[in-house]
């Protein structure tokens, strides 16, 4: 498959976050870029992170998306708000919307309500975030459940309102906490296409997912970035960092059928991830 990177949208430099002086993460450093691929209108990009569990994958993700300080480096995101495909501004707050494991909503407000709250800071009139909301429920299926309230809807449609709020609050950057968890394979499928429709929103759309179903990571992801403890001078630190990183496309692997070459990785990922 023919692309070629263009613009930078995510940078991170030498990331730690601590509590209480307790560093969780340090040493993160990546670059994701934007990806055309020939022929084809949108393409957004889906990176994956795995890594067992409690090496920092949810502290990274909560400092990625503002909720908690660094304790030292910076994050930044293209400023889409200038022309210059170059701009660049830090993260805060709000930049990057966060779907956690639970699909957390607002219990007291409707599906309407919510995609309303989420569009309040928005320039659109009444009449065009009403278009919105409506375009965006008829291509996520939910133009049923806008005057439902979170306990009536199901697990897919509490993930797909919970991932249009954050879109609306958030556009073109969007952090999701293991949203395979817990799912059945029906529900899996659902979701895959999830990704796919956040992916054909815009060719900026940048999707990052935690998984511990490291196939899935394969099968979806265009960079794969795995996060635990590092061994330096031949000791094994107690802080996470990106022990191991994957580029897909610069592999052949990405936008293709699972195969021998995927399985290949799956076993080195593995690898790695047991060896941190």
């Known amino acids: 498959m023919t692309y070629h990177f263009e613009e930078t949208l995510l940078y991170i430099d030498n990331l730690s976050v601590a509590y209480d002086e307790n560093i969780i993460i340090k040493d993160i450093s990546l670059i994701e870029k934007n990806v055309v691929r020939a022929g084809i209108e949108n393409t ?4 994956a992170v795995v890594g067992r569990s409690g090496r920092g994958k949810s502290t990274f993700f909560k400092a990625l998306t503002g909720l908690v300080s660094p304790k030292t480096g910076k994050i930044l995101i293209r400023d889409f708000e200038k022309e210059d495909i170059n701009a660049a501004r830090s993260v805060e707050e709000g930049d990057i919307g966060f779907v956690d494991q639970k699909y957390t909503l607002f219990r007291h407000k409707t ?35 806008l005057d439902k309230y979170p306990n009536e809807l199901s697990g897919g449609q509490r993930q797909r309102t919970a991932i249009i709020e954050q879109l609306f609050s958030s556009d073109k950057y969007i952090v999701l906490d293991e949203p395979f968890s817990g799912l059945d394979v029906g529900n899996i499928e659902e979701v895959k296409k999830t990704f796919g429709m956040l992916c054909d929103e815009s060719e900026h759309n940048t999707i990052m997912f935690s998984t511990h179903d490291i196939k899935l990571a394969i099968e979806l992801a ?14 094994k630190k107690d802080y996470g960092t990106i022990v191991a990183r994957y580029d897909l496309r610069e592999m052949g692997l990405a936008w293709k059928e699972y195969g021998d070459e995927h399985r290949d990785l799956f076993k080195e990922i593995v690898q790695q991830m047991m060896n941190s």
């Open 44 to 47: 957004g990009q889906l990176v």
């Open 111 to 145: 599906v309407k309500q919510t995609f309303e709250y989420a569009l309040r800071k928005t320039s659109l009139s009444k009449e065009e975030k009403n278009k919105k909301i409506e375009e965006y429920a008829s291509k996520w299926g939910l133009e049923k459940c």
């Open 222 to 235: 265009q960079s794969i970035y795995v996060i635990g403890y590092p061994t330096i001078d031949g000791n």
